[in-house]
């Protein structure tokens, strides 16, 4: 059974600093583009930011570059997610997804309907 499950979700203040984990398993991890997703209450799940398993390529959502970087550890089936100076606006449930790569999926990896699993997401709350 495919698995994928985050941790390290908690509070922090803003201007502080959070790392989560996805750890997966049941599928061919190096096989796979690794993102994180995130959903406010009242708001659409979107995309954060993702990596290629194979040649370690990354790509964020304009609201976390800077702020946010995206690794993984092909060895350990684990994908991470440093996020540094967070915001309010951060505030979410952070999700990892993974999918197969097809023609030129970096144009729409922050799609949630291009997913094939989800983990069941960790909260991160961000106080002002």
């Known amino acids: 059974e495919v698995q994928l499950v985050e941790s390290g979700g908690g509070l922090v203040q803003a201007g502080g600093s959070l790392r989560l984990s996805c750890a997966a398993s049941?599928?061919?991890?190096?096989?796979?583009?690794i993102g994180w997703f995130r959903q406010a209450p009242g708001k659409e799940r979107e995309g954060v930011s993702c990596i290629s398993s194979s040649d370690g390529s990354t790509y964020y959502a304009d609201s976390v570059k800077g702020r946010f970087t995206i690794s993984s550890d092909n060895a350990k089936n684990t994908m991470y997610l440093q996020m540094n100076s967070l915001k309010p606006e951060d505030t979410a449930v952070y999700y990892c997804?993974?999918?197969?790569?097809?023609?030129?999926?970096?144009?729409?990896?922050?799609?949630?309907?291009?997913?094939?699993?989800w983990g069941k997401g960790t909260l991160v709350t961000v106080s002002s």
């Open positions: 997804a993974a999918f197969l790569p097809g023609s030129s999926w970096y144009l729409w990896w922050s799609d949630p309907h291009g997913m094939d699993y």
């Open positions: 049941g599928f061919t991890f190096g096989d796979y583009v």
